[in-house]
């Protein structure tokens, strides 16, 4: 089991630390992840997407159960085309979470084993956790009515 400095791997895959982790770009997550793995960081937690205004930030998180440390690796992608490595071929255990994402948010997680959609029909139409997703719709969320109302 390696050392683990958040600080010179930050620095080193052209990142930067934050409070809870690493930020990294994307063609740094990979090595990231591989590097935190050598580290110690066994233990695949979760993969989760935030939309923000410039794209999506996907957020990988991991653990060293000896060291009781937890590290999230954070990396973003345009909304344009979001992409971004999976982490599957690092850890298996991201594999639903990635398919996940792609379901909810459409961030596509390139190199991913099994890429389809994990909770949501094959013919869904759209993302349901993007902020642009239409709510008015059939298969969406739409306010009750007055006739509707308790």
């Known amino acids: 089991m390696g050392s683990l400095d958040l600080e010179a791997l930050a620095q080193g895959m052209g990142g930067k630390v934050h409070p809870l982790g690493i ?51 954070k990396t973003g992608t345009g909304k344009d085309d979001p992409r971004v490595p999976s982490a599957v071929p690092v850890f298996a255990g991201a594999n639903w979470f990635e398919r996940e994402m792609l379901d909810l948010f459409g961030v596509v997680f390139e190199g991913h084993p099994d890429p389809r959609r994990l909770m949501m029909p094959d013919d869904y139409p759209g993302y349901p956790l993007r902020k642009d997703f239409p709510m008015a719709t059939p298969w969406g969320y739409r306010p009750a009515t007055d006739a509707e109302a308790p």
Request: proline letters at 4%; glycine letters at 6%; a negative charge.
């Open 23 to 73: 930020d990294v770009p994307r063609e740094a997550l990979l090595p990231a992840l591989t590097a935190l793995r050598e580290a110690g960081c066994r233990y695949y937690l979760l993969c989760t997407v935030t939309e923000v205004a410039s794209g999506f930030e996907v957020v990988h998180g991991v653990r060293d159960v000896e060291a009781n440390r937890t590290v999230f690796v």
